[in-house]
């Protein structure tokens, strides 16, 4: 095979840097991405200093909701996921603006860490029984949302249900992180769709290469990157890369933000929170950063 065989427009020369990969295959009929998300998930794992499972869940959900987020066209576009469920988590909430700017955050960041078998934590027992809502703000009149239920908890079960049923989108979905000594050693998501005109065969092909594909996690620890995972995936030698494009998490809190979220509070509440004379600290949900001002600052808004 040609050296620049998995060579994608966009895409940064190092594969090991976050980023994301489309392509198409069998004729046009199968939409293909993969994203790999190992620094994201690390710096949404120190920033809100969370157990495993938590880590491994808001990984996974902020993956998912990258490739998900992938139709977004123009620069003020943005989509908001959330999920939210009786386990121990409680539920999750993750921004993605256009270009692949993530941001999330878990309602809560120290949970118990259950495992199916060694090294693979139980998600779905941190999660449990809930909703995943998905909310897209595309310039229309009014946002689009979709609301289905979990199905496992595990969160790749759970966005490939709500495509299948919200959208009408047969979709392979797979996510992994995986943690070692404690940091996010690995992580990525793999989503496939069929499109507009695949029928039957399409589908059996896709069921047939789905069953007993190795989990992205592995995949990614042996070295593959995105672009070489969905050639594993789809084995097809017409299989064409459209772009590619370096994902990061960015959130988009500022002073100036913060302090016109206190000014929303009104006159009587600013008057309460100022009459002790002491300083006000607020602090961004989505990146744990912390702003303070004085009450002077507060009451001349």
């Given at each position: 095979?040609?050296?620049?065989?998995?060579?994608?427009?966009?895409?940064?020369?190092?594969?090991?840097?976050?980023?994301?990969?489309?392509?198409?295959?069998?004729?046009?009929?199968?939409?293909?991405?993969?994203?790999?998300?190992?620094?994201?998930?690390?710096?949404?794992?120190?920033?809100?200093?969370?157990?495993?499972?938590?880590?491994?869940?808001?990984?996974?959900?902020?993956?998912?909701?990258?490739?998900?987020?992938?139709?977004?066209?123009?620069?003020?576009?943005?989509?908001?996921?959330?999920?939210?469920?009786?386990?121990?988590?409680?539920?999750?909430?993750?921004?993605?603006?256009?270009?692949?700017?993530?941001?999330?955050?878990?309602?809560?960041?120290?949970?118990?860490?259950?495992?199916?078998?060694?090294?693979?934590?139980?998600?779905?027992?941190?999660?449990?029984?809930?909703?995943?809502?998905?909310?897209?703000?595309?310039?229309?009149k009014e946002p689009y949302v979709g609301v289905s239920e979990l199905v496992s908890g595990e969160i790749a079960e759970d966005f490939a249900y709500y495509l299948a049923k919200s959208e009408q989108t047969r979709s392979v979905v797979s996510l992994g992180v995986l943690l070692e000594h404690g940091e996010v050693s690995e992580a990525g998501g793999l989503m496939v769709q069929l499109l507009p005109g695949a029928g039957e065969d399409e589908i059996s092909y896709l069921e047939q290469r789905a069953s007993g594909f190795p989990e992205i996690?592995?995949?990614?620890?042996?070295?593959?990157?995105?672009?070489?995972?969905?050639?594993?995936?789809?084995?097809?030698?017409?299989?064409?890369?459209?772009?590619?494009?370096?994902?990061?998490?960015?959130?988009?809190?500022?002073?100036?933000?913060?302090?016109?979220?206190?000014?929303?509070?009104?006159?009587?509440?600013?008057?309460?929170?100022?009459?002790?004379?002491?300083?006000?600290?607020?602090?961004?949900?989505?990146?744990?950063?912390?702003?303070?001002?004085?009450?002077?600052?507060?009451?001349?808004?």
């Amino acid at each position: 095979m040609a050296e620049n065989a998995y060579f994608v427009p966009g895409a940064p020369e190092d594969v090991k840097k976050d980023h994301i990969v489309r392509a198409e295959g069998l004729g046009g009929l199968v939409k293909c991405l993969c994203v790999s998300t190992k620094t994201i998930c690390n710096t949404a794992r120190i920033k809100h200093q969370m157990t495993p499972a938590a880590t491994a869940a808001l990984g996974r959900f902020m993956t998912g909701s990258l490739l998900i987020s992938e139709s977004m066209k123009n620069p003020q576009d943005t989509q908001t996921t959330i999920i939210r469920g009786d386990g121990p988590l409680e539920g999750m909430t993750c921004v993605t603006d256009y270009g692949f700017k993530v941001r999330a955050y878990p309602l809560e960041t120290v949970v118990p860490t259950e495992y199916h078998r060694p090294g693979k934590i139980n998600v779905g027992a941190a999660v449990g029984k809930g909703s995943l809502t998905v909310i897209r703000d595309i310039g229309l009149k009014e946002p689009y949302v979709g609301v289905s239920e979990l199905v496992s908890g595990e969160i790749a079960e759970d966005f490939a249900y709500y495509l299948a049923k919200s959208e009408q989108t047969r979709s392979v979905v797979s996510l992994g992180v995986l943690l070692e000594h404690g940091e996010v050693s690995e992580a990525g998501g793999l989503m496939v769709q069929l499109l507009p005109g695949a029928g039957e065969d399409e589908i059996s092909y896709l069921e047939q290469r789905a069953s007993g594909f190795p989990e992205i996690s592995f995949l990614l620890k042996e070295g593959f990157s995105p672009a070489q995972i969905i050639d594993l995936f789809m084995g097809d030698p017409d299989l064409k890369y459209l772009d590619g494009q370096e994902v990061e998490f960015k959130c988009n809190c500022s002073r100036e933000r913060m302090l016109s979220g206190l000014a929303a509070l009104g006159k009587n509440d600013i008057e309460e929170i100022t009459k002790d004379g002491k300083s006000i600290e607020t602090v961004c949900r989505f990146c744990n950063s912390k702003y303070v001002f004085e009450p002077e600052e507060i009451k001349n808004i």
